[in-house]
Protein backbone atom coordinates (compact mmCIF):
# COMPACT_ATOMS: atom_id res chain seq x y z
CA UNK A 1 0.00 0.00 0.00
CA UNK A 2 2.53 2.22 0.89
CA UNK A 3 4.49 1.26 -2.39
CA UNK A 4 1.40 2.35 -4.67
CA UNK A 5 1.13 5.53 -2.34
CA UNK A 6 4.56 6.41 -3.09
CA UNK A 7 4.39 5.60 -6.70
CA UNK A 8 0.96 7.90 -6.95
CA UNK A 9 2.85 10.97 -5.48
CA UNK A 10 5.48 10.30 -7.89
CA UNK A 11 3.13 10.13 -10.70
CA UNK A 12 1.41 12.90 -9.63
CA UNK A 13 4.91 15.00 -8.98
CA UNK A 14 5.81 14.08 -12.96
CA UNK A 15 2.69 15.26 -14.60
CA UNK A 16 3.55 19.02 -12.32
CA UNK A 17 6.74 19.10 -13.69
CA UNK A 18 5.67 18.22 -17.36
CA UNK A 19 2.97 20.61 -17.16
CA UNK A 20 5.13 23.94 -15.68
CA UNK A 21 7.70 22.82 -18.96
CA UNK A 22 4.78 23.06 -20.85
CA UNK A 23 3.10 26.41 -19.55
CA UNK A 24 6.62 27.80 -19.34
CA UNK A 25 7.71 26.90 -23.07
CA UNK A 26 3.93 28.37 -24.37
CA UNK A 27 4.27 31.47 -22.14
CA UNK A 28 7.94 31.97 -23.93
CA UNK A 29 6.37 31.38 -27.08
CA UNK A 30 3.96 33.87 -26.85
CA UNK A 31 6.90 36.33 -25.90
CA UNK A 32 7.98 35.98 -29.18
CA UNK A 33 6.70 38.68 -31.60
CA UNK A 34 4.88 37.26 -35.04
CA UNK A 35 7.42 39.34 -36.62
CA UNK A 36 10.10 36.90 -34.78
CA UNK A 37 8.26 34.18 -35.83
CA UNK A 38 7.82 34.82 -39.06
CA UNK A 39 11.70 35.26 -39.81
CA UNK A 40 12.30 32.07 -38.15
CA UNK A 41 9.62 29.97 -40.16
CA UNK A 42 10.75 31.14 -43.73
CA UNK A 43 14.31 30.83 -42.89
CA UNK A 44 13.89 26.85 -42.33
CA UNK A 45 16.48 24.64 -43.91
CA UNK A 46 13.70 22.23 -45.41
CA UNK A 47 11.20 25.22 -46.87
CA UNK A 48 13.76 28.45 -47.88
CA UNK A 49 14.38 27.46 -51.13
CA UNK A 50 10.66 26.41 -52.19
CA UNK A 51 9.05 29.53 -50.81
CA UNK A 52 11.97 31.94 -52.34
CA UNK A 53 10.75 29.81 -55.68
CA UNK A 54 7.23 31.18 -55.42
CA UNK A 55 8.28 34.59 -53.89
CA UNK A 56 10.59 35.18 -57.12
CA UNK A 57 7.06 34.16 -58.97
CA UNK A 58 5.15 36.40 -57.03
CA UNK A 59 2.79 33.75 -56.01
CA UNK A 60 0.79 34.27 -52.42
CA UNK A 61 1.14 30.50 -50.69
CA UNK A 62 0.22 29.13 -47.13
CA UNK A 63 2.45 26.54 -44.90
CA UNK A 64 1.40 24.37 -42.26
CA UNK A 65 3.65 23.26 -40.09
CA UNK A 66 3.08 19.92 -37.44
CA UNK A 67 5.30 19.09 -35.13
CA UNK A 68 5.60 16.99 -31.98
CA UNK A 69 6.96 17.12 -28.47
CA UNK A 70 8.05 13.92 -26.66
CA UNK A 71 8.46 15.10 -22.97
CA UNK A 72 9.98 18.36 -23.27
CA UNK A 73 11.93 17.00 -26.30
CA UNK A 74 11.10 19.71 -28.96
CA UNK A 75 12.19 20.84 -32.30
CA UNK A 76 15.76 20.63 -32.76
CA UNK A 77 18.21 23.54 -34.17
CA UNK A 78 19.34 21.66 -36.37
CA UNK A 79 17.23 19.79 -39.32
CA UNK A 80 19.75 17.53 -40.22
CA UNK A 81 19.05 14.60 -38.95
CA UNK A 82 16.71 12.62 -40.62
CA UNK A 83 13.45 12.60 -38.49
CA UNK A 84 9.56 11.90 -39.37
CA UNK A 85 8.59 14.34 -36.76
CA UNK A 86 8.91 17.44 -39.23
CA UNK A 87 6.83 17.85 -41.56
CA UNK A 88 5.76 20.71 -43.90
CA UNK A 89 2.87 21.27 -46.52
CA UNK A 90 3.15 23.76 -48.79
CA UNK A 91 -0.19 25.49 -50.56
CA UNK A 92 -0.44 27.88 -53.74
CA UNK A 93 -2.31 28.31 -55.87
CA UNK A 94 -1.25 28.82 -59.99
CA UNK A 95 -2.92 28.84 -63.52
CA UNK A 96 -6.33 29.15 -61.74
CA UNK A 97 -5.17 25.12 -60.42
CA UNK A 98 -4.62 24.73 -55.82
CA UNK A 99 -1.70 22.65 -55.21
CA UNK A 100 0.35 21.08 -52.14
CA UNK A 101 3.66 20.40 -51.63
CA UNK A 102 4.96 17.66 -48.95
CA UNK A 103 8.11 18.67 -47.45
CA UNK A 104 10.04 16.57 -44.85
CA UNK A 105 13.64 16.60 -43.34
CA UNK A 106 13.85 13.57 -45.44
CA UNK A 107 13.26 14.45 -48.45
CA UNK A 108 11.23 16.69 -51.13
CA UNK A 109 7.98 15.48 -52.84
CA UNK A 110 6.12 16.06 -55.50
CA UNK A 111 3.38 18.74 -56.36
CA UNK A 112 -0.16 17.54 -56.41
CA UNK A 113 -2.66 19.54 -58.23
CA UNK A 114 -5.91 19.32 -55.80
CA UNK A 115 -9.04 18.83 -57.60
CA UNK A 116 -10.73 21.58 -56.55
CA UNK A 117 -9.74 25.17 -55.38
CA UNK A 118 -12.06 24.71 -51.76
CA UNK A 119 -8.80 24.72 -49.63
CA UNK A 120 -7.70 28.13 -51.13
CA UNK A 121 -11.63 29.44 -51.22
CA UNK A 122 -11.95 28.72 -47.46
CA UNK A 123 -8.57 30.67 -46.88
CA UNK A 124 -9.44 33.55 -48.98
CA UNK A 125 -12.60 34.21 -47.68
CA UNK A 126 -11.70 33.51 -44.01
CA UNK A 127 -8.11 35.08 -44.36
CA UNK A 128 -8.71 37.80 -41.35
CA UNK A 129 -10.12 35.61 -39.14
CA UNK A 130 -7.39 32.96 -39.47
CA UNK A 131 -4.60 35.34 -38.96
CA UNK A 132 -6.29 36.90 -35.92
CA UNK A 133 -7.90 33.63 -33.77
CA UNK A 134 -6.36 32.66 -30.67
CA UNK A 135 -6.88 29.59 -29.62
CA UNK A 136 -8.01 29.24 -25.33
CA UNK A 137 -6.34 26.76 -23.17
CA UNK A 138 -7.91 23.14 -22.23
CA UNK A 139 -9.90 24.29 -19.48
CA UNK A 140 -10.98 22.46 -17.00
CA UNK A 141 -12.66 24.54 -14.58
CA UNK A 142 -12.06 26.97 -12.16
CA UNK A 143 -9.64 28.71 -14.09
CA UNK A 144 -7.30 25.38 -14.70
CA UNK A 145 -5.95 24.13 -17.71
CA UNK A 146 -5.55 20.33 -18.28
CA UNK A 147 -2.23 18.81 -16.71
CA UNK A 148 -2.40 16.15 -19.62
CA UNK A 149 0.99 15.72 -22.23
CA UNK A 150 0.71 17.80 -25.22
CA UNK A 151 2.38 16.23 -28.18
CA UNK A 152 1.43 17.71 -31.06
CA UNK A 153 2.02 21.42 -32.12
CA UNK A 154 0.85 23.69 -35.56
CA UNK A 155 2.09 26.52 -37.31
CA UNK A 156 0.64 28.43 -40.05
CA UNK A 157 2.70 31.08 -42.30
CA UNK A 158 0.64 32.89 -45.03
CA UNK A 159 1.78 35.25 -47.54
CA UNK A 160 -0.85 37.20 -48.67
CA UNK A 161 -0.19 40.09 -51.22
CA UNK A 162 3.10 40.17 -50.45
CA UNK A 163 3.05 40.32 -46.49
CA UNK A 164 3.78 37.54 -44.36
CA UNK A 165 1.80 36.37 -41.11
CA UNK A 166 1.82 33.71 -38.78
CA UNK A 167 -0.74 31.78 -36.62
CA UNK A 168 -0.05 28.34 -34.13
CA UNK A 169 -1.85 26.41 -31.57
CA UNK A 170 -1.04 23.25 -29.88
CA UNK A 171 -3.63 20.55 -30.46
CA UNK A 172 -4.19 19.47 -27.40
CA UNK A 173 -6.39 22.72 -26.66
CA UNK A 174 -8.66 22.07 -29.38
CA UNK A 175 -9.46 18.37 -28.03
CA UNK A 176 -12.13 17.07 -25.73
CA UNK A 177 -10.98 13.28 -24.78
CA UNK A 178 -9.17 13.96 -21.11
CA UNK A 179 -10.50 12.85 -18.19
CA UNK A 180 -12.15 16.03 -17.60
CA UNK A 181 -14.54 18.17 -20.00
CA UNK A 182 -12.34 20.99 -21.89
CA UNK A 183 -14.58 24.23 -21.17
CA UNK A 184 -13.14 26.09 -24.01
CA UNK A 185 -13.87 23.18 -26.41
CA UNK A 186 -17.09 24.49 -28.58
CA UNK A 187 -15.30 27.92 -28.61
CA UNK A 188 -12.10 26.57 -30.19
CA UNK A 189 -13.89 24.28 -32.65
CA UNK A 190 -15.35 27.06 -34.01
CA UNK A 191 -12.21 29.30 -34.97
CA UNK A 192 -11.57 29.61 -38.50
CA UNK A 193 -7.68 28.81 -38.16
CA UNK A 194 -9.00 25.26 -36.48
CA UNK A 195 -10.96 24.65 -39.09
CA UNK A 196 -8.43 25.71 -41.98
CA UNK A 197 -6.29 22.66 -39.51
CA UNK A 198 -9.10 20.06 -40.22
CA UNK A 199 -9.48 21.02 -43.56
CA UNK A 200 -6.03 20.28 -44.34
CA UNK A 201 -5.82 17.51 -42.46
CA UNK A 202 -8.98 15.49 -44.19
CA UNK A 203 -7.20 16.71 -47.11
CA UNK A 204 -3.71 14.94 -46.09
CA UNK A 205 -4.94 11.92 -45.15
CA UNK A 206 -6.91 11.25 -48.56
CA UNK A 207 -3.67 12.38 -50.55
CA UNK A 208 -2.18 9.72 -48.28
CA UNK A 209 -4.31 7.36 -48.49
CA UNK A 210 -3.99 7.54 -52.30
CA UNK A 211 0.01 7.02 -51.86
CA UNK A 212 -0.16 9.81 -54.19
CA UNK A 213 2.65 11.83 -52.13
CA UNK A 214 5.98 10.72 -54.21
CA UNK A 215 8.93 11.85 -53.33
CA UNK A 216 10.83 13.54 -55.69
CA UNK A 217 14.10 11.68 -57.71
Not at 69 to 94: A, H, P, R
Amino acid sequence: LIKRKIKLFLMKYLKLIIFLFIVITCTRTKAISKKESIEKFINKKAIKSELKNLDLKGVDYFVYYKFYNYFGLMEKDSESDCSSVYTYYLIWQENNASLIKKITDCGNYQPIKLKTNFLNEFYKQNFEKIISDSVKFYEVGNNQISMEIHTTFKEFLFKNKGKFYYNEFDHHNIENDSKEANLNYQYNKNLKIVKLDSLLNHQIKELDSLKLFKKMN
